[in-house]
């Protein structure tokens, strides 16, 4: 293909191959799922890996488009899936482990893809590919709104259908509210730590080298 270099062919076949992963990844674990599907796609780790498979296939079909093209909107959408696959990934590798059985990840491959692999490939996908905007912590703070929003969610409907999809989420534990609070409180602290971080990785990747995205 003239004019396509072979490093921008790699970066789409990666992209394709990695979100094709991840969606396998999820489905094969929906169809060994023998509870709610509803309560399958209220898991934190399903939402994040679906949202960063779109952002993977999307990638690969846009990657030849001209930098000119690039939004601020798709430049923010990249750096959210990024952040919210960081956030599943240490999470799960702190507070999570040895809880596979209620977490419904029994299976080795898929639960290694959705808690390890992927937040790993997004992280690296970001720094790799560099944003083609500069980004603000202010701007940043739109990452805030969707984890936000699931904690909104996952709080009100927990005690509408007696489940909650993490321990340090459930109320119905020692401590109750207070204690959830603490475990959220720590958690925005590392969130926004890891926002500020992000915005400084983009801003130098983007100062260092433009490319499309």
């Given at each position: 293909m003239a004019?396509?270099?072979?490093?921008t062919i790699w970066v789409r076949v990666a992209?394709?191959?990695?979100?094709?992963?991840?969606?396998?990844?999820?489905?094969?674990q929906l169809a060994?799922?023998?509870g709610s599907g509803t309560n399958f796609f209220s898991f934190f780790t399903i939402q994040s890996n679906v949202i960063g498979a779109v952002v993977l296939l999307l990638g690969a079909v846009n990657v030849l488009r001209l930098t000119r093209e690039r939004t601020l909107a798709w430049d923010l959408i990249r750096g959210g899936a990024a952040i919210y696959l960081t956030l599943t990934g240490v999470v799960y590798n702190?507070?999570?482990?040895?809880?596979?059985?209620?977490?419904?990840?029994?299976?080795?491959?898929?639960?290694?893809?959705?808690h390890k692999l992927i937040p790993i490939v997004?992280?690296?996908?970001f720094i790799l590919i560099p944003l083609v905007h500069k980004l603000t912590f202010r701007k940043a703070l739109i990452w805030s709104i969707y984890p936000l929003a699931y904690?909104?969610?996952?709080?009100?409907?927990?005690?509408?259908?007696?489940?909650?999809?993490?321990?340090f989420l459930d109320p119905r534990h020692d401590g109750g509210y207070w204690?959830?609070?603490?475990?959220?409180?720590?958690?925005?602290?590392g969130f926004m730590g890891t926002?500020?971080?992000?915005?400084?990785?983009?801003?130098?990747?983007?100062?260092?080298?433009?490319q499309p995205g």
């Open positions: 004019g396509i270099s072979a490093e992209r394709l191959g990695f979100g094709l992963l991840t969606l396998a990844a999820v489905f094969w060994k799922t023998t702190t507070l999570l482990t040895g809880l596979d059985e209620d977490l419904q990840t029994v299976i080795p491959w898929v639960n290694n893809t959705l997004l992280v690296i996908d904690l909104i969610y996952t709080l009100v409907r927990g005690p509408i259908v007696d489940w909650y999809p993490y321990p204690r959830v609070a603490a475990y959220c409180i720590g958690i925005l602290i926002t500020w971080l992000f915005v400084r990785i983009a801003n130098w990747r983007s100062d260092s080298q433009i």
